[in-house]
T-cell receptor
Framework: GAGVSQSPSNKVTEKGKDVELRCDPISGHTALYWYRQSLGQGLEFLIY????????KSGLPSDRFSAERTGGSVSTLTIQRTQQEDSAVYLCASSRSREQFFGPGTRLTVL | GIQVEQSPPDLILQEGANSTLRCNFSDSVNNLQWFHQNPWGQLINLFYIPSGTKQNGRLSATTVATERYSLLYISSSQTTDSGVYFC??????????FGTGTRLTIIP
């Protein structure tokens, strides 16, 4: 079946601009996660959605970062006033139980 | 938070060789996954293995939860096995803590 999809696959933006990254989870998966991976590093947790519960935002690095999940499915991660240190690969994962499945990621480059 | 350490950090092998990757974690867990991140960055699920042993083709994994470690075995390695292998455990609400990873390079 279809896996987790993310768009765009690559995004280049100028410092100070806002960006939106999209994640389509696997159908039927109630949990959705956002992570980011800086060059050569492991993944850093950002935010977690589970069903209709309030999201766990404990990993968001600053108030420039926000995320929504509409209708319990698609999620959008928004970064306002992007900075060069925001450059990374942003990965989305979804799960139905405990095993998480990852999308291909969005590579964000802030010039 | 929970600490996850993987060893070795880097491993270079000739095609056809076998290898064992180790993951130590600092606290008890009820969930452990192994991922392979290929050279294109895609994270591929290998095993969901909170305890016991599983096998999938040339790969197998064993988790001894009481002793807080997991092992990933790769037999008859191929160049397509190259990449970074991550051991991943949850903390709070199933957020994942990634280990430091083992970078595996298979030489033809």
């Amino acid at each position: 079946g279809a896996g987790v999809s993310q768009s765009p696959s690559n995004k280049v933006t100028e410092k100070g601009k806002d960006v939106e990254l999209r994640c389509d989870p696997i159908s039927g998966h109630t949990a959705l996660y956002w992570y980011r991976q800086s060059l050569g590093q492991g993944l850093e947790f950002l935010i977690y959605f589970q069903g209709n519960s309030a999201p766990d935002k404990s990993g968001l690095p600053s108030d420039r970062f926000s995320a929504e999940r509409t209708g319990g499915s698609v999620s959008t991660l928004t970064i306002q006033r992007t900075q060069q240190e925001d450059s990374a690969v942003y990965l989305c994962a979804s799960s139905r139980s405990r095993e998480q499945f990852f999308g291909p990621g969005t590579r964000l480059t802030v010039l | 938070g929970i600490q996850v350490e993987q060893s070795p950090p880097d491993l270079i092998l000739q095609e056809g060789a076998n290898s064992t990757l180790r993951c130590n974690f600092s606290d008890s867990v009820n969930n452990l996954q192994w991922f392979h991140q290929n050279p294109w960055g895609q994270l591929i699920n290998l095993f969901y293995i909170p305890s016991g042993t599983k096998q999938n083709g040339r790969l197998s994994a064993t988790t001894v939860a009481t002793e807080r470690y997991s092992l990933l075995y790769i037999s008859s390695s191929q160049t397509t096995d190259s990449g970074v292998y991550f051991c991943v455990v949850p903390f709070g609400n199933e957020k994942l803590t990634f280990g430091t990873g083992t970078r595996l390079t298979i030489i033809p």
